[in-house]
């Protein structure tokens, strides 16, 4: 019995500890780490390695070691992080701690540490503001608010007795609104009629024109093609593209498109994201996916899929989800399980090239789109490029601290959203696609595009055999008569010609580069051409295809991608063509008979083509039909042998060819090492032909061919599910992150300054209630821009003055930085708008929309809107650079910049020049008044009146300068170039 009392007695202190400890637990432990550190280290997300749920977890601990050694403060690394003397101090991006709470987990620490062992409920659900769903806010009850807007901001001004700035006068305010819905300075005309109109909605009224004009899209357009990081291929010169994708510029076009027709910022992320399983056939929706095809990368397909991840989540929910691929996020919520099952979604997609109407080639006019594509190895370029094409993989797992080299096989990740940022529940389900989906050739204007290259290519062949029929025909009337000499001596063409060909075909049709089979290696290969045949026919230049080419009276000019070359240039090629020595009457009469033969048979296997493509239309129609034509097997033995037919004629023509070049290079002479290399090398390559073309010959022919490339008939039907969940109304940060952009460009301040980041690490809202306000009307107006644009700069503080009354103005004090909004934020042009502006106030600018881009060189010739030009990471245009123009790999927001180099391009460059010839001249030039024409010119490039201390001193300007320069005009376009020069031009005021 004392055994057991004693026992009791000993055990009394150990009980009355664990009481205590967990007591302490309870009361204050607890809530602290289900507030601040279950968020991150739970069984889901461990950051770290460390899960916080249990007892038994926190001494296992995580990477660190044990989180708590019960009874020992000092070596709890628990306690070191929380009282920061272990970096990064905890809770990670948060407040400290409070010293009393630091004090019980101390005690708690001493008491043992003890608490009930079952992990707790909370574990992904996080207090971060961004985290939770937007709620409607009441608007402040204040008076003279009639905008929802202008409460919020006038509650806030209230609270740090900040006095707004009245409205700012009705010139400024009208460039001010035109220069931000529209990207264009208003014209004298919109001006003095604004300035006149008394009527209460005069502003309204314009703001209402604005939105509804086409040039809306347009500036609208480049402000969302910077965030979704718009770019145009790039790659190896003019062939090759190794990042984005061909056609890019329907991207754009339909960018412009869908924001004049106010279509819903929901529906636009739906199109980007899935437009292929929204609506698989719509030619109008299809282009919306090249959001995703800006992503592909040749090289590496993880890369592409890293890019597609990041664009994603920045652009549209604002989260840098890059940061969980090689780890657990540092400090949001998100474990490296939830990027890799976000990358799932896009696991399966593929970018494709589809005909349009009127160019069956692909390469020269088509439309890149995204598809879901079954697994498949890195494969051959079907452009015939020396590099491969990336790969599919069919499944997903995490790679081991982001190595690609370390896939985890053992859990295939399946395709899911960040726990933290919860939203409706993940609802995947396949599409089925239509024939013409996966089938795009199957589409009757494919089989009309491809009858008539067909018979343009007999009569290609019947012109070919007729002309080389002529030409024996003249050989045997001359072989009597002296032959014409050659127009002057020959050029040298390594000398004087190929230099050209380097410079400027070099990636195509020099050193390694055979595009179309032509080589311009040298004179011998130039004139040999390729699959088009000779490209030069010495001593004629005018029929010389080569020439043709260059002059862009064939297609395509070349080169390819680059601006044509000048007329200097032009001519001196065709000088070195006029001098070649032309082939003698007996050389003809040698080489023709072989080549009419070779000729001949291409115009029957050209022949035979058309009537096999006929036949092959007529199957595959029939066997795509619902239902299948009852007659498929006659249809398709039709096909089959008429196709057999017609690869035996130009196997045969083939075979004739290669044994003509065979002929030509066992003839070559090789007096020398260099002509004897030269000759085997011509030797090895011919049979290498002659065997291919009579392994043709004998090739069987087992089915016919169908018309194109079949795809998958099935979509995952992952990314549309994504695309439904980031467009939610129940998505936390959707919503927030577009009004936020949107907030920006109109105000040049954003609500939340780390615009992708709404992240733990990110900065808070100036204004949460507002931007919760903005982002909740957003989505109950249908997610319409131009409503939440109307809404915007029809606020008392959109019109407020951006100036500051004096120095000691008591707001600068109060809020130096203006977050608070209590006056305008005065900001920087964009570069486009700066060349579009110069181009528009001198009458230049050509309104034309939409199109392939345009090449960056050309920009001074070719008065477009600017983000109509080629542009990539490595080329834009020139002007646009030095005013800090858009860095296509990742621009949230426009960086801003003064230099010098940015008043001499607006003083002394092509474009400031010519435009200010122009401007000069439409305001009369010489004959108008010198106070006149400084009036006009103020109010056509500043949209105001010049004040009378302008006026004296810019009479006085254009009398100096014109007795300097001797020359009146001069004077005046000089002013107007000064006036390119002022501050206010270049900016937003």
Request: with cysteine; glycine share 6%.
């Amino acid at each position: 019995m004392r055994t057991v009392t004693g026992l009791l007695l000993l055990m009394a202190p150990a009980s009355a500890a664990w009481a205590q400890s967990q007591s302490l637990y309870q009361q204050h432990i607890r809530p602290v780490l289900q507030a601040q550190c279950l968020v991150c280290h739970n069984p889901t997300t461990h950051q770290a390695g460390l899960d916080l749920s249990t007892r038994d977890r926190m001494l296992r601990g995580g990477e660190r070691g044990p989180a708590i050694v019960p009874g020992d403060v000092n070596e709890s690394l628990l306690y070191a992080y929380i009282t920061h003397k272990k970096q990064p101090g905890m809770p990670m991006g948060g407040k400290p701690l409070a010293p009393e709470v630091i004090a019980r987990f101390a005690e708690w620490i001493k008491a043992g540490a003890s608490f009930d062992d079952k992990p707790q409920a909370t574990l992904v659900a996080s207090s971060h503001w961004s985290f939770q769903k937007p709620q409607r806010p009441p608007v402040p009850n204040l008076p003279n608010t009639p905008n929802p807007i202008d409460a919020f901001l006038a509650a806030e001004h209230q609270r740090r007795g900040l006095q707004p700035q009245p409205e700012t006068d009705r010139y400024t305010l009208l460039r001010r609104v035109y220069l931000d819905l529209i990207g264009l300075p208003p014209s004298p005309a919109q001006v003095e009629a604004f300035v006149k109109d008394t009527s209460p909605n005069a502003y309204e009224k314009v703001v209402d024109e604005l939105l509804a004009s086409r040039q809306y899209g347009e500036r609208w357009g480049r402000h969302w093609m910077d965030i979704w990081r718009y770019s145009d291929w790039y790659g190896s010169g003019n062939r090759e593209v190794r990042n984005s994708h061909r056609h890019m510029w329907r991207w754009r076009d339909w960018i412009v498109n869908s924001l004049n027709e106010d279509k819903s910022y929901a529906r636009m992320i739906e199109e980007m994201l899935a437009g292929d399983e929204l609506a698989p056939t719509d030619d109008k929706v299809l282009p919306a996916t090249g959001f995703l095809a800006r992503n592909w990368y040749r090289f590496n397909r993880n890369v592409w899929l890293v890019d597609t991840v990041e664009a994603t989540s920045a652009a549209f929910l604002g989260v840098t989800l890059k940061c969980a691929r090689c780890h657990d996020h540092k400090y949001d919520p998100i474990p490296q399980t939830d990027y890799y099952r976000f990358r799932a979604f896009f696991e399966p997609h593929d970018i494709r090239i589809d005909r349009v109407a009127g160019q069956p080639d692909r390469i020269q006019a088509g439309l890149s789109r995204a598809y879901d594509s079954d697994a498949k190895e890195a494969g051959p370029d079907d452009e015939g490029g020396i590099n491969m094409l990336p790969p599919v993989f069919g499944k997903t797992y995490l790679f081991v601290r982001g190595d690609e080299n370390s896939p985890d096989k053992e859990q295939e990740m399946q395709p899911g959203t960040p726990a933290v940022l919860g939203g409706p529940p993940i609802k995947i389900a396949p599409v089925e696609l239509p024939v013409e989906a996966y089938y795009p050739d199957i589409r009757r204007f494919v089989a009309t595009d491809l009858t008539k290259a067909a018979h343009d290519a007999v009569k290609a062949a019947e012109d070919k055999l007729a002309k080389l029929r002529a030409e024996l025909e003249a050989a045997r009337l001359e072989s009597s008569q002296p032959q014409a000499a050659p127009a002057g001596p020959p050029l040298d063409y390594d000398k004087q010609i190929k230099h050209l060909f380097e410079s400027r075909c070099g990636n195509c049709h020099v050193g390694r580069g055979t595009s179309g089979g032509l080589s311009l290696n040298s004179e011998a290969t130039a004139k040999a051409g390729g699959k088009s045949g000779p490209a030069v026919i010495p001593g004629k230049s005018a029929d010389s295809l080569l020439l043709l080419l260059i002059q862009g009276k064939k297609q395509p000019r070349m080169p390819l991608s680059g601006p044509p070359l000048d007329d200097t240039q032009i001519a001196l090629i065709a000088d070195w063509i006029n001098r070649m020595p032309r082939k003698s009457p007996a050389e003809v009469l040698k080489e023709h008979p072989g080549l009419i033969s070779a000729t001949e048979k291409e115009v029957l296997a050209a022949r035979a083509e058309v009537v096999a493509l006929a036949a092959r239309i007529k199957v595959e129609h029939a066997r795509h039909a619902q239902p299948p034509s009852p007659d498929l097997e006659s249809l398709s033995e039709d096909a089959k042998r008429k196709e057999r037919d017609a690869n035996l004629l130009r196997a045969e023509e083939n075979f004739l060819r290669a044994q003509l070049k065979m002929s030509e290079a066992m003839a070559a002479p090789a007096v020398d090492e260099k002509q004897r290399g030269l000759r085997e090398r011509n030797i090895a390559a011919a049979k290498k032909n002659l065997e291919a073309a009579l392994a043709a010959l004998n090739k069987p022919a087992d089915a016919y061919s169908p018309l194109g490339r079949q795809y998958p008939k099935m979509s995952t039907g992952r990314r549309l599910a994504l695309a439904r969940w980031i467009t939610s109304p129940d998505n936390p940060l959707a919503a927030r992150v577009a009004v936020n952009h949107i907030w920006t460009r109109h105000f040049g301040k954003p609500l939340v300054p780390s615009v992708i980041d709404f992240g733990r690490n990110g900065k808070t809202p100036s204004n949460p209630a507002l931007l919760d306000w903005l982002a909740t009307r957003f989505i109950e107006s249908g997610w319409s821009m131009k409503k939440l644009h109307r809404l915007l700069v029809t606020t008392r503080a959109y019109r407020m003055d951006s100036s500051v009354p004096s120095a000691d103005h008591p707001n600068l004090k109060l809020d130096p930085d203006n977050i608070a909004l209590w006056r305008m934020n005065p900001r920087r042009l964009e570069a486009e708008a700066i060349r579009d502006s110069v181009l528009k106030v001198s009458g230049s600018l050509d309104l034309t929309m939409g199109g392939p881009e345009l090449h960056e060189e050309k920009d001074q010739d070719t008065p477009r809107r600017s983000l109509y030009f080629h542009l990539t990471p490595d080329a834009q245009l020139l002007f646009l650079k030095v005013f800090d123009g858009v860095d296509p790999t990742a621009c949230y927001i426009r960086s801003e910049s003064i230099v010098p180099q940015q008043a001499l391009a607006l003083a002394n460059s092509k474009l400031s020049l010519d435009q200010s010839r122009r401007l000069a001249e439409t305001l009369g030039g010489t004959a108008t008044p010198a106070l006149q024409f400084v009036r006009q010119a103020f109010l056509t490039t500043l949209a105001r009146p010049a004040t009378p201390t302008e006026e004296q001193k810019s009479v006085a300007y254009l009398q100096r300068q014109a007795a300097l320069l001797n020359d009146p005009l001069a004077a005046r376009q000089s002013l107007v170039r000064v006036l390119f020069n002022r501050d206010e031009f270049v900016s937003i005021r």
